[in-house]
């Protein structure tokens, strides 16, 4: 996934767009203000989108018990779903900036509908692992260009915007635990059908907002490139776009070891069963989901790279202490670690678009793509490092990760003009 990150000398003039040009076009787009409704329709979107990707990491315990899974298993069940979306986003975002597709979100969709079909029928475990690579495909499409709709509809607060577009996806993750404990959980597998009227909602609201977006698009032409002195060099761009993957990484990995085997920790070790599981499931998505509303706001207002900072090594006291606390003390824990650990996403996504504002789709696709690709291999790999040494120390090992932190240092200061 990091190769998608390795482009030319020439693409790393990005933040190479004209100053005047630039500024022009943030001036046009604070005058009209934020296209609120839009906004809304994709977060929403965004909700309906992750509520169905997270229902697969919430059925764990069903289809562990039905089919005598073991935990590498499930976290190659993980793999299959996020590795689709992870190698297919940067490759959907380098196609739509070329030519964007203004209804690729309604039909993307379409791919996550048949899979949650499958999905509810499977009787294999191949079969299982194919319905969750079709969820994942959904996603690689959804991301990318969803993104841009969002920028597009910011009226100049990216931030703001990013954060709206995450807080439904973050809402989404959570409330796929108490769907399943709702209704999966007591009606069983075949119970995930109903889940596919979620996915035709969100293929009708995804048509209408594609009917938005199809006159944005029209006869725009990209303004010409050139290098603006203040703007940072190809190489420094190199750099602080590896640091920001590497601070996704150390984000999205301990997310990713919650979501997928904080069920299994609690049942092991507080003898809770599995509904009670995944509601302090939800306490921490829900947390998770706060949290990830407030950072892009906050990174418009004081500089994306000290939230960063403070998002990322605030959560590691927290961390650390999770391990170690007992049902309670760790939902509290939990809480706090949702909160300041998800405000970062909006930050590094924002960030990295501003570094390459000529590659938007590609970036957001990347990004993206690192976050799903990362809590895919992550989730695989913990789950092997859980069958032979136990599942408490996982959390362990993944308290250290928010020390990664540290690597904000080397990110450079934006001049005002890319901000």
């Known amino acids: 996934m990091n190769k998608s990150v390795i482009v030319s000398e020439e693409a790393l003039a990005a933040p190479v767009l004209a ?11 604070a005058s009209a203000g934020p296209a609120y409704v839009v906004l809304a329709g994709i977060s929403f979107s965004h909700f309906l989108n992750d509520t169905m990707q997270s229902l697969i990491a919430s059925v764990y315990p069903i289809l562990k018990d039905s089919y005598a899974l073991n935990f590498a298993q499930i976290g190659m069940i993980t793999l299959a779903f996020q590795f689709t979306a992870s190698l297919l986003q940067p490759v959907v975002g380098h196609f739509t900036d070329k030519k964007a597709q203004p209804f690729s979100l309604a039909v993307g969709m379409g791919s996550t509908f048949f899979g949650l079909l499958l999905l509810s029928v499977a009787n294999q475990y191949a079969i299982i692992l194919v319905a969750a690579a079709l969820v994942g495909l959904g996603s690689a499409v959804f991301h990318p260009e969803s993104a841009r709709i969002a920028r597009l509809a910011s009226g100049g607060r990216y931030g703001f915007a990013q954060s709206v577009f995450q807080l439904g996806g973050s809402f989404g993750t959570s409330m796929g635990p108490v769907l399943a404990a709702l209704i999966v959980v007591p009606f069983g597998q075949p119970s995930i059908a109903w889940f596919s009227l979620i ?31 203040d703007a940072p060099s190809p190489r420094r761009v190199r750099i602080a776009l590896a640091v920001l993957v590497a601070l996704l990484f150390s984000k999205q990995l301990y997310v990713s070891s919650l979501s997928s085997y904080y069920i299994f920790y609690l049942i092991e070790k507080f003898g809770v069963s599995t509904q009670t599981a995944q509601l302090y499931l939800f306490i921490f998505l829900a947390a998770n989901a706060v949290g990830a509303f407030f950072g892009g706001p906050l990174g418009d207002r004081f500089g994306r790279k000290y939230v960063i900072w403070i998002s990322v090594l605030g959560a590691l006291p927290f961390t650390l202490a999770m391990p170690y606390a007992g049902l309670y003390a760790s939902a509290v824990l939990t809480v706090f670690i949702g909160l300041i650990l998800s405000s970062t996403t909006s930050s590094i996504i924002v960030f990295a678009q501003e570094l390459m504002p000529h590659r938007f789709g ?8 690192v976050a799903f690709g990362i809590g895919g291999l992550g989730a695989a790999a913990l789950g092997k490092l859980a069958d032979y040494t136990g599942i408490a120390f996982v959390y362990q090992v993944c308290a250290f990760l928010p020390a990664l932190g540290l690597l904000a240092v080397f990110l450079p200061r934006m001049p005002k003009h890319m901000r």
């Open 19 to 29: 100053a005047d040009a630039m500024r022009g076009t943030a001036a046009r787009a």
């Open 362 to 369: 590609m970036i957001s696709g990347v990004f993206f793509g």
């Open 199 to 229: 996915a035709f909602l969100a293929i009708v609201i995804l048509w209408r907002i594609g009917v938005w977006y199809r006159p944005q698009i029209t006869d725009k032409k990209p303004a010409p490139i050139h290098l603006h002195p």
